[in-house]
Nanobody
């Protein structure tokens, strides 16, 4: 059974840190690029960060570059999003997703990802 499970969300004060994790099972991790997206109330789901299968290519939306770091551990079928210097505008439900290929050209396009986790809430209080 294909499954992506996120964890690590919560409530944090502005300037704080959280680390999100995503565990994959059911064969959806091997040789697949992975991404993190987020959706704030009343807004579209937006790209946050992505990483290639080999971990040699990563991308970030400008709003989080320098504050967030995406990483993966292929041996454990997990990948993570370290979020530092959090701001109130980072408040959203965060989703992990897997793509059908090791590298993506249109890595910021959510329609390129075929499996999604259930989401984890991140709330940053100002």
């Amino acid at each position: 059974q294909v499954q992506l499970v996120e964890s690590g969300g919560g409530l944090v004060q502005a300037g704080g840190s959280l680390r999100l994790s995503c565990v994959a099972s059911g064969g959806v991790f091997s040789r697949r690029a992975m991404g993190w997206f987020r959706q704030a109330p009343g807004k579209e789901r937006e790209f946050v960060a992505s990483i290639s299968w080999a971990g040699d290519s990563s991308d970030y939306v400008d709003a989080v570059r320098g504050r967030f770091t995406i990483a993966r551990d292929n041996a454990k079928s997990t990948f993570s999003l370290q979020m530092n210097s959090l701001k109130s505008e980072d408040t959203a439900v965060y989703y992990c997703a897997t793509a059908p290929s090791a590298y993506l050209i249109r890595n910021r396009d959510k329609d390129q990802y075929n499996y999604w986790g259930q989401g984890t809430q991140v709330t940053v209080s100002s």
